[in-house]
Nanobody
Framework: QVQLQESGPGLVKPSQTLSLTCTVS??????????WGWFRQPPGKGLEWMGF???????RYSPSLKSRTSIYRDTSKNQFSLQLNSVTSEDTAVYYC???????????WGQGTQVTVSS
């Protein structure tokens, strides 16, 4: 069974960098045709797609976040990570990692982790 688990600090100060890691079990992040994405949901708002890393390491980001976002991976640990720079209170949200089989939608999700940006 595929499982994803987010981890990282729950509190980040404004202007600092938010870093989260998604640990995957039951599948390899290099499995052909798999996409590994990051999403977030601010309080009272809908789910927002942030970006993904494809099985071969290719990345794509939301245009609104592209200048501040990086997704990278550690294949030896079967993990992929999110880095969001220069955070503000607007980045306070529950952050999720998820897996998509190409063109089939994201069908496996982590439980989500709350990140609050506050001094």
């Amino acid at each position: 069974q595929v499982q994803l688990q987010e981890s990282g600090p729950g509190l980040v100060k404004p202007s600092q960098t938010l870093s989260l890691t998604c640990t995957v079990s039951g599948d390899s992040i290099t499995t052909n045709s798999m996409y590994w994405g990051w999403f977030r949901q601010p309080p009272g708002k809908g789910l927002e797609w942030m970006g993904f890393m494809r099985y071969d390491g290719m990345t794509r980001y939301s245009p609104s976040l592209k200048s501040r976002t990086s997704i990278y991976r550690d294949t030896s640990k079967n993990q992929f990570s999110l880095q969001l720079n220069s955070v503000t209170s607007e980045d306070t949200a529950v952050y999720y990692c998820a897996r998509e089989l190409f063109n089939c939608g994201y069908n496996y999700w982590g439980q989500g982790t709350q990140v609050t940006v506050s001094s």
